[in-house]
């Protein structure tokens, strides 16, 4: 039996990081009473620290607990990065970030879609229950695969299936628009109900294919090391500096389009190319066959 003699500090840090904003962000998911219990009322607008720690809107709650899965993501983007950079990668800090991730991009997501939905729940409460433990299993099967998977000599530039952390952004993303929509969003109170009921109606569902990508052999490009690992031109930096202000514009509607695109594009270019290459070798076929 090996035994671990040295660790990494500052990579260690960043992991375990993600591991905290994970754990709280399942406990302030837990702050949601039970459906239908408490009746969403609108938050004041958050104005200290205080405020976004402690506060009895659900919705509140629901977007600062997709807050913290956003803070987890970073926490993860770097911790990598900075091993790499300090040379100090290890099978150590690749398990550690693997069981980091199970609780932050695969249970955390999974509790917040079931506070997310109580209307789905109280209709259906065993298929959002079993939605919810599919994408946290899901999440922890890609993370194993992946760790078996992994070589040093990979240049991770693409990923086979749903990364864990895009798929819980997936998740995140709607909670914090929810939250705008119903506290600044300036909406009357029909328009945002008609909207939550349209939510709580296809993001389980949604959640579920989510899910099914993960674990995948869909290819994902790796945005971060793709734009970080190469030279730009100028233009294409002013290019991204001006699509970043836009995005700043309206940001709480593009974060989930972004994270729903990212999801979805590489998965339907995938089965465009399957169907094509089916039906170009059904063609040599029956070429063949004349």
Not at 131 to 142: E, G, P, Q, T
Not at 201 to 210: D, K, N, S
Not at 267 to 285: D, P
Request: proline content about 5%.
């Amino acid at each position: 039996m090996k035994h671990v003699r040295a660790i990494a500090v500052l990579p260690t840090l960043f992991t375990l990081g993600n591991l905290v904003c994970g754990f709280f962000a399942i406990v302030v998911a837990a702050r949601i009473a039970k459906p239908g219990t408490v009746e969403a009322v609108a938050s004041p607008t958050i104005q200290n620290a205080r405020q976004l720690f402690d506060s009895g809107d659900p919705t509140h709650n629901l977007m600062f607990c997709g807050l913290l899965i956003f803070v987890a993501m970073i926490c993860d983007m770097f911790d990598g990065h900075v091993a790499r950079i300090t040379r100090t990668t290890s099978d150590f800090g690749g398990q550690l970030d693997s069981l980091c991730d199970v609780v932050s991009f695969g249970v955390a997501p999974a509790i917040l879609l079931v506070k997310m939905c109580p209307q789905f729940t109280s209709v259906h409460r065993e298929a959002v229950w079993s939605i919810a433990a599919l994408f946290a299993s899901c999440a922890a099967l890609r993370l194993a695969r992946f760790n078996v998977e992994a070589d040093e000599a990979d240049d991770h530039g693409t990923f086979a299936g749903l990364p864990s952390p895009a798929a819980a952004a997936v998740i995140a993303s709607f909670a914090m628009l929810r939250y705008w929509l119903r506290n600044e969003g300036n909406f009357e109170i029909e328009t945002f109900k008609r909207y939550d009921d349209w939510l709580q109606l296809l993001l389980p569902p949604f959640a579920a294919v989510v899910a099914l990508l993960m674990v995948s052999r869909v290819p994902y490009p790796h945005l971060v090391s793709q734009f970080l690992r190469r030279k730009r031109s100028f233009s294409q930096v002013v290019t991204l500096v001006f699509a970043l202000m836009v995005l700043k514009a309206v940001w709480w509607y593009a974060i989930p389009i972004l994270c729903g695109l990212y999801a979805a594009v590489p998965a339907i270019q995938h089965v465009w190319v399957v169907v094509l290459r089916s039906k170009r070798g059904r063609e040599a076929k029956s070429g063949e066959a004349a």
